[in-house]
Protein backbone atom coordinates (compact mmCIF):
# COMPACT_ATOMS: atom_id res chain seq x y z
CA UNK A 1 0.00 0.00 0.00
CA UNK A 2 2.73 2.63 0.81
CA UNK A 3 4.70 1.53 -2.27
CA UNK A 4 1.48 2.39 -4.17
CA UNK A 5 1.30 5.50 -2.80
CA UNK A 6 4.94 6.77 -3.26
CA UNK A 7 4.60 5.63 -6.90
CA UNK A 8 0.80 7.67 -7.45
CA UNK A 9 3.17 10.18 -6.25
CA UNK A 10 5.86 9.98 -8.36
CA UNK A 11 3.52 9.64 -11.86
CA UNK A 12 1.58 12.93 -10.36
CA UNK A 13 4.80 14.83 -9.96
CA UNK A 14 6.41 13.60 -13.06
CA UNK A 15 3.03 15.10 -14.83
CA UNK A 16 3.06 18.36 -13.41
CA UNK A 17 6.33 18.73 -14.14
CA UNK A 18 6.38 17.47 -18.44
CA UNK A 19 2.55 19.45 -18.24
CA UNK A 20 3.86 23.19 -16.17
CA UNK A 21 6.25 24.12 -18.90
CA UNK A 22 3.68 24.08 -21.98
CA UNK A 23 0.94 25.69 -19.24
CA UNK A 24 1.34 29.12 -21.77
CA UNK A 25 2.17 29.73 -25.39
CA UNK A 26 1.97 32.08 -28.36
CA UNK A 27 2.51 35.01 -26.26
CA UNK A 28 4.26 36.16 -23.16
CA UNK A 29 2.64 35.05 -19.40
CA UNK A 30 -0.31 37.08 -18.90
CA UNK A 31 -0.23 39.48 -15.94
CA UNK A 32 -2.94 38.87 -12.88
CA UNK A 33 -4.81 41.93 -11.99
CA UNK A 34 -6.34 40.69 -9.10
CA UNK A 35 -8.12 37.35 -8.07
CA UNK A 36 -11.51 37.17 -6.05
CA UNK A 37 -12.60 34.18 -3.64
CA UNK A 38 -15.99 32.57 -4.39
CA UNK A 39 -16.17 29.59 -2.75
CA UNK A 40 -13.82 29.44 0.89
CA UNK A 41 -12.57 26.16 1.61
CA UNK A 42 -11.37 25.99 5.58
CA UNK A 43 -7.49 24.25 4.88
CA UNK A 44 -7.36 24.26 0.99
CA UNK A 45 -7.44 26.87 -1.04
CA UNK A 46 -10.53 29.02 -2.18
CA UNK A 47 -12.45 28.88 -5.82
CA UNK A 48 -11.62 31.83 -7.48
CA UNK A 49 -12.19 34.27 -10.56
CA UNK A 50 -8.73 35.20 -11.42
CA UNK A 51 -8.85 38.66 -14.07
CA UNK A 52 -5.47 38.91 -16.35
CA UNK A 53 -4.08 41.29 -19.02
CA UNK A 54 -2.21 39.99 -21.84
CA UNK A 55 -1.45 42.36 -24.69
CA UNK A 56 -1.56 40.80 -28.70
CA UNK A 57 2.20 39.73 -29.70
CA UNK A 58 1.62 40.77 -33.16
CA UNK A 59 -0.79 43.80 -32.53
CA UNK A 60 0.95 46.48 -30.74
CA UNK A 61 -1.93 49.05 -29.30
CA UNK A 62 -4.23 46.02 -28.27
CA UNK A 63 -4.72 45.04 -24.91
CA UNK A 64 -7.20 42.16 -23.61
CA UNK A 65 -8.46 40.94 -19.91
CA UNK A 66 -9.86 37.65 -19.76
CA UNK A 67 -10.84 36.36 -16.41
CA UNK A 68 -11.36 32.24 -15.57
CA UNK A 69 -12.30 30.67 -12.58
CA UNK A 70 -9.71 28.76 -10.48
CA UNK A 71 -10.42 25.75 -8.82
CA UNK A 72 -9.40 25.54 -4.89
CA UNK A 73 -10.07 22.36 -2.93
CA UNK A 74 -7.54 19.50 -2.73
CA UNK A 75 -7.25 19.17 -6.53
CA UNK A 76 -6.62 22.65 -6.96
CA UNK A 77 -3.91 22.62 -4.52
CA UNK A 78 -2.33 20.00 -6.17
CA UNK A 79 -2.56 21.33 -10.13
CA UNK A 80 -5.02 18.26 -10.64
CA UNK A 81 -8.39 19.83 -10.97
CA UNK A 82 -9.95 19.64 -14.29
CA UNK A 83 -10.91 23.89 -14.36
CA UNK A 84 -14.28 24.80 -15.93
CA UNK A 85 -14.78 26.20 -19.10
CA UNK A 86 -16.01 29.78 -18.15
CA UNK A 87 -14.19 32.29 -19.92
CA UNK A 88 -15.24 36.06 -20.33
CA UNK A 89 -13.14 38.38 -22.94
CA UNK A 90 -12.34 41.60 -23.11
CA UNK A 91 -10.26 43.50 -25.43
CA UNK A 92 -9.56 47.00 -26.23
CA UNK A 93 -7.00 49.58 -27.96
CA UNK A 94 -4.88 51.01 -25.80
CA UNK A 95 -2.55 52.96 -28.37
CA UNK A 96 -1.60 53.27 -31.55
CA UNK A 97 -2.36 50.26 -33.50
CA UNK A 98 0.83 48.48 -35.28
CA UNK A 99 0.88 45.45 -36.68
CA UNK A 100 4.38 43.28 -36.23
CA UNK A 101 3.77 40.85 -39.01
CA UNK A 102 1.03 39.37 -41.39
CA UNK A 103 -1.45 37.05 -39.63
CA UNK A 104 -4.26 34.47 -40.79
CA UNK A 105 -7.99 34.28 -39.49
CA UNK A 106 -8.24 32.91 -36.09
CA UNK A 107 -4.36 32.58 -35.61
CA UNK A 108 -3.27 31.61 -32.00
CA UNK A 109 -2.94 34.92 -29.51
CA UNK A 110 -2.49 32.74 -25.99
CA UNK A 111 -3.37 29.21 -25.40
CA UNK A 112 -3.32 27.90 -21.58
CA UNK A 113 -4.00 24.42 -20.64
CA UNK A 114 -7.28 24.35 -18.40
CA UNK A 115 -6.61 20.23 -16.66
CA UNK A 116 -3.75 17.81 -16.60
CA UNK A 117 -4.17 16.04 -19.95
CA UNK A 118 -7.65 17.22 -22.23
CA UNK A 119 -8.49 20.84 -22.21
CA UNK A 120 -7.44 24.02 -23.06
CA UNK A 121 -7.91 27.58 -23.43
CA UNK A 122 -7.06 29.59 -26.32
CA UNK A 123 -7.36 33.43 -27.42
CA UNK A 124 -7.64 33.67 -31.29
CA UNK A 125 -7.44 36.58 -33.31
CA UNK A 126 -9.26 37.50 -36.98
CA UNK A 127 -10.19 40.70 -38.86
CA UNK A 128 -13.53 42.06 -40.16
CA UNK A 129 -11.93 43.61 -43.00
CA UNK A 130 -14.80 45.55 -44.33
CA UNK A 131 -15.38 47.07 -40.67
CA UNK A 132 -11.58 47.39 -39.95
CA UNK A 133 -12.14 46.01 -36.82
CA UNK A 134 -10.21 43.30 -34.85
CA UNK A 135 -11.73 40.09 -33.46
CA UNK A 136 -10.33 37.97 -30.24
CA UNK A 137 -12.60 34.45 -29.82
CA UNK A 138 -11.59 33.10 -26.17
CA UNK A 139 -12.63 29.13 -26.07
CA UNK A 140 -12.06 26.09 -24.46
CA UNK A 141 -11.69 22.43 -25.91
CA UNK A 142 -11.77 19.08 -24.95
CA UNK A 143 -10.44 16.31 -26.80
CA UNK A 144 -13.74 14.47 -26.35
CA UNK A 145 -16.76 17.17 -25.49
CA UNK A 146 -15.59 19.76 -28.38
CA UNK A 147 -15.98 23.64 -27.34
CA UNK A 148 -19.43 24.66 -25.94
CA UNK A 149 -17.97 28.06 -24.38
CA UNK A 150 -16.78 31.03 -25.92
CA UNK A 151 -16.78 34.50 -25.85
CA UNK A 152 -15.73 37.18 -28.32
CA UNK A 153 -14.34 40.86 -27.96
CA UNK A 154 -14.61 43.16 -31.07
CA UNK A 155 -11.80 46.19 -31.44
CA UNK A 156 -12.56 48.90 -33.99
CA UNK A 157 -9.21 50.48 -35.26
CA UNK A 158 -9.23 54.17 -35.04
CA UNK A 159 -6.82 56.72 -35.36
CA UNK A 160 -4.44 57.89 -32.21
CA UNK A 161 -2.78 61.29 -32.23
CA UNK A 162 -1.96 62.25 -35.77
CA UNK A 163 -1.84 58.91 -37.70
CA UNK A 164 -4.37 57.55 -39.75
CA UNK A 165 -5.60 54.15 -38.65
CA UNK A 166 -4.28 51.17 -40.43
CA UNK A 167 -6.66 48.41 -42.31
CA UNK A 168 -6.48 45.14 -40.44
CA UNK A 169 -7.06 43.75 -43.86
CA UNK A 170 -4.15 44.49 -45.34
CA UNK A 171 -2.25 42.66 -42.83
CA UNK A 172 -3.63 39.36 -43.34
CA UNK A 173 -1.92 36.37 -45.24
Keep these: ?27 GDPELIFKRSTVWH ?31 GVEGMFGVAEET ?8 QVGPISFKEKFEQGDDMYKQRRSLFFKKMQ ?15 VYS ?17 MPWGDAPPLKCGDWLK
Design 1 to 27: MRNSLKSLAGLIALGLALVAPSLASAA
Design 42 to 72: FLTPDHKLAVYAIDDPVVEGVACHFTLPEKG
Design 85 to 92: SDISLACR
Design 123 to 137: IVRGCDAKRNVLVYL
Design 141 to 157: DKLIEGSPKNSTSSVPI
